[in-house]
């Protein structure tokens, strides 16, 4: 089963930051993107980016969390500051028919946990 490699994550105190990457294989050439699912909530999808480095953002991430791309490693990266406890979750990445919701590809899960 092909799966996006994930790093990054960890404990950090509210208002830290954190940086997650993702590094898909070469051959999946669609948008990627991040989901989080938090204890006792659905998963969500919270900021996506295209090819052409189209983004798109959650409400509740907009202007704290940043996605980028870096087409040469087939890599991206989520770049999260002014944590906030709410924000403790397992991060997902995820490749191809985002909008879905049923991506066609995943990663394995990073837990970021924010301690207030």
């Known amino acids: 089963q092909v799966q996006l490699v994930e790093s990054g994550g960890g404990s950090v105190q509210a208002g830290g930051s954190v940086k997650l990457s993702c590094t898909a294989p070469r051959w999946i050439r669609c948008g990627m993107g991040w989901f989080r699912q938090a204890p006792g909530k659905e998963r969500e999808l919270i900021t996506t980016?295209?090819?052409?480095?189209?983004?798109t953002y959650e409400d509740s991430v907009r202007g704290r969390f940043t996605i980028s791309l870096d087409n040469a490693k087939n890599t991206i990266y989520l770049q999260m500051n002014s944590l906030k406890s709410d924000d403790t979750a397992i991060y997902y990445c995820?490749?191809?028919?985002?909008?879905?919701?049923?991506?066609?590809?995943w990663g394995q899960g990073t837990q970021v946990t924010v301690s207030s």
């Open positions: 980016i295209s090819r052409e480095n189209i983004t």
């Open positions: 995820a490749a191809c028919r985002l909008q879905t919701l049923q991506p066609g590809y």
